[in-house]
């Protein structure tokens, strides 16, 4: 048998014959190796067969290349070493395109755990405020990230912050009233500074 509809394998009680219903979906084949029959997600695609598919199951296929590279492993070592130095250049493009994948990987990882978001969601959001920190406008760095800022009390995310704003408003507790207070004294920086060298001379002079 190589390939049937599992329903095919399945023979009535008419019949006589005691039978264990198989319960996959779609189609399966016998592996030509261990002689089990499994359905044909457990079998590799292969060119140039019948049904496109290896005639032994992914276990085998296992166990034989595992046996293969057991007695060949100095020269398979060996092989890769040589086609490294032989392509160099083509090896730091692979290796530098699956570093920013897994950079990718990771931070949608600690996007999704943290902030509940996808990296899609977060550069909407980047997008939506002109590319750099809500407040500053400042563009994060190649290869950077601005941080998410967010209600430390609901979870309710605010927007994307650079270090120093992000930074900032931890310092002031995100206190509006304490922000507020700061950028009153910020606007009268320049006045009190006018008055207190008023009273420096005025003391000097007496």
Not at 125 to 133: R, S, T, W
Not at 143 to 159: A, F, Q
Not at 169 to 183: H, P, S, V
Request: overall charge positive; hydrophobic content about 30%; proline content about 1%.
């Amino acid at each position: 048998m190589s390939r049937r509809a599992a329903s095919d394998l399945v023979q009535g009680p008419e019949n006589g014959v005691t039978v264990t219903v198989l319960t996959y979906r779609g189609t399966v084949k016998r592996c030509t190796k261990c002689g089990e029959v499994k359905p044909e997600t457990g079998f590799y695609a292969a060119k140039g067969t019948k049904d496109g598919l290896r005639g032994d199951c992914k276990e085998c296929f296992a166990a034989r290349a595992r046996e293969w590279y057991g007695k060949n492993r100095e020269r398979v070592i060996a092989n890769v070493k040589r086609w490294q130095q032989e392509n160099r250049e083509q090896l730091r493009a692979t290796r530098r395109k699956r570093n920013a994948l897994r950079r990718r990987e990771i931070r949608e990882g600690h996007l999704r755990r943290a902030f509940g978001i996808t990296q899609t969601e977060y550069d909407a959001m980047l997008a939506a405020q002109g590319g750099g920190c809500a407040i500053c406008g400042r563009e994060p760095r190649r290869g950077s990230s601005l941080h998410v800022d967010h209600d430390h009390e609901t979870g309710r995310i605010r927007g994307l912050l650079c270090f120093k704003c992000n930074g900032g408003l931890g310092q002031f507790g995100d206190d509006i009233d304490r922000l507020a207070t700061a950028e009153g004294y910020l606007a009268s920086c320049d006045d009190l500074a006018e008055v207190i060298l008023e009273r420096a001379r005025a003391l000097q002079a007496a």
